[in-house]
C-alpha cells in the first residue's frame, strides 16, 4: 500500500528565515515523488519531482530511502511562498497507471 | 497552450440524485484523471482513463464511473449521491508516451455539496 505523511498541518516562518516541510513515504517499491503547491486563490501545480533533481523558485527536496522522506527545502523563505504545499508519491505499479498519493498538505504562511 | 477547464465550477445536489462533471483535458494530453478532495485533505485518486478506457482505479465504488472521448475529454459520473460524497472533484491531464507520463496538470476543480 502506497501512503504519503506530512506531519506539520501548519508551518509559520519568518521572511528570510530557512523552511524545510516534512515528508515521509511508505512504498514497498520504487516510489516517484513529488511536491505539489497550491497558491491562495489558483490551482494545484507540480512544484518539482525527485527524477528532475533540480531547484524551482529556491526550493529543494531530496529523496532519502534509507529515511523514506522527501522533505522540501528552501534557504530563505519569500512572502510568495506561502501556500499549501502538498507531497505525493507514485508508485509504478507496470503500465501506464499514474496514481498520485497524496499527503494531506501542509499550509505554509511566511510572515513579513 | 490551453489548460485544464473543468465545469461546472459549483453544483449543489440532493442524496440520492445522480451528478455528472465535465473535464477539458490540456492541448496534447491524451490521458485524464479524476481526484476527490474532502476539505482538509489531500485529493484521493478515483481513476484514470487513457484512449477511453479506464486505466487504474483507486477505492471508489462502482457508483463513481467515468467516460473518456475521441478528444480525449472526460466525464465522471456519480450515482446514488451520499452525504459524503461532498468534496472538491479534480480533473487532471497529462501526457503518456510509451513508459513516459508527463506530470498531471490540474483544472480549478468543481465544488459538489451533497445536501
Known amino acids: 500500500a502506497q501512503r504519503v505523511t506530512q506531519p506539520e498541518k501548519l508551518l509559520s516562518v519568518f521572511k528570510g528565515a530557512p523552511v524545510e516541510l516534512k515528508c515521509n513515504y511508505s512504498y514497498s517499491g520504487s516510489p516517484e515523488l513529488f511536491w505539489y503547491v497550491q497558491y491562495s486563490r489558483q490551482r494545484l501545480q507540480l512544484l518539482l519531482r525527485h527524477i528532475s533533481r533540480e531547484s524551482i523558485k529556491g526550493f529543494t527536496a531530496d529523496l532519502n530511502k534509507g529515511e523514506t522522506s522527501f522533505h522540501l527545502k528552501k534557504p530563505f523563505a519569500q512572502e510568495e511562498d506561502s501556500a499549501m504545499y502538498y507531497c505525493?508519491?507514485?508508485?509504478?505499479?507496470?503500465?501506464?497507471?499514474?496514481?498520485?498519493?497524496f499527503g494531506k498538505g501542509t499550509l505554509l504562511t511566511v510572515n513579513p | 497552450e490551453t489548460g485544464v477547464t473543468q465545469s461546472p465550477t459549483h453544483l449543489i445536489k440532493t442524496r440520492g440524485q445522480q451528478v455528472t462533471l465535465r473535464c477539458s483535458s490540456q492541448s496534447g494530453h491524451n490521458t485524464v484523471s479524476w481526484y476527490q478532495q474532502a476539505l482538509g485533505q489531500g485529493p484521493q485518486f478515483i481513476f484514470q482513463?487513457?484512449?477511453?478506457?479506464?486505466?487504474g482505479r483507486g477505492n471508489f465504488p462502482p457508483r463513481f464511473s467515468g467516460l473518456q472521448f475521441p478528444n480525449y475529454s472526460s466525464e465522471l459520473n456519480v450515482n446514488a449521491l451520499e452525504l459524503d460524497d461532498s468534496a472538491l472533484y479534480l480533473c487532471a491531464s497529462s501526457s503518456h508516451i510509451g513508459r513516459y507520463n508527463s506530470p498531471l496538470h490540474f483544472g480549478n476543480g468543481t465544488r459538489l455539496t451533497v445536501t
Open positions: 482513463y487513457y484512449r477511453e478506457e479506464e486505466n
Open positions: 505525493a508519491l507514485s508508485g509504478h505499479s507496470g503500465g501506464s497507471n499514474y496514481k498520485l498519493t
